[in-house]
């Protein structure tokens, strides 16, 4: 019904530069917080920045100055600009988003399936 699908994620060189895109589609009502997260094998996953629908945003302090998110409330989409990017980032990053679809009271919490970055030295 409700689905998120990621897309932009890639090989790149430290320093190298990527724009992820996350779009969600189905019966939406509205859509509250959207967020990145990121996970790396045998490590928990994590937050790495986030936007409410006020544009309130929230950034993990290894991400700061480097990564911005966005929104494009018309798309129902979100985006997350990384910058100088660093080995250190690697994993697959999760779009999530709090959603309230038609003939539902409350919203729920939805996630993609993840786009793999990967940044070589």
């Known amino acids: 019904q409700v689905q998120l699908v990621e897309s932009g994620g890639g090989l790149v060189q430290a320093g190298g530069s990527l724009r992820l895109s996350c779009a969600a589609s189905?019966?939406?009502?509205?859509?509250?917080?959207m967020g990145w997260y990121r996970q790396a094998p045998g490590k928990q996953r994590e937050l790495v920045a986030d936007?409410?629908?006020?544009?309130?945003?929230k950034y993990a302090d290894s991400v700061k100055g480097r990564f911005t998110i966005s929104r494009d409330n018309a798309k129902n989409t979100v985006f997350l600009q990384m910058n100088s990017l660093q080995p250190e980032d690697t994993g697959v990053y999760y779009c999530?988003?709090?959603?309230?679809?038609?003939?539902?009271?409350?919203?729920?919490?939805?996630w993609g399936k993840g786009t793999l970055v990967t940044v070589s030295s």
């Open positions: 936007i409410t629908s006020g544009i309130v945003i």
């Open positions: 189905g019966r939406i009502f509205s859509i509250n917080d």
């Open positions: 999530n988003a709090a959603i309230r679809a038609y003939g539902e009271a409350y919203a729920m919490n939805y």
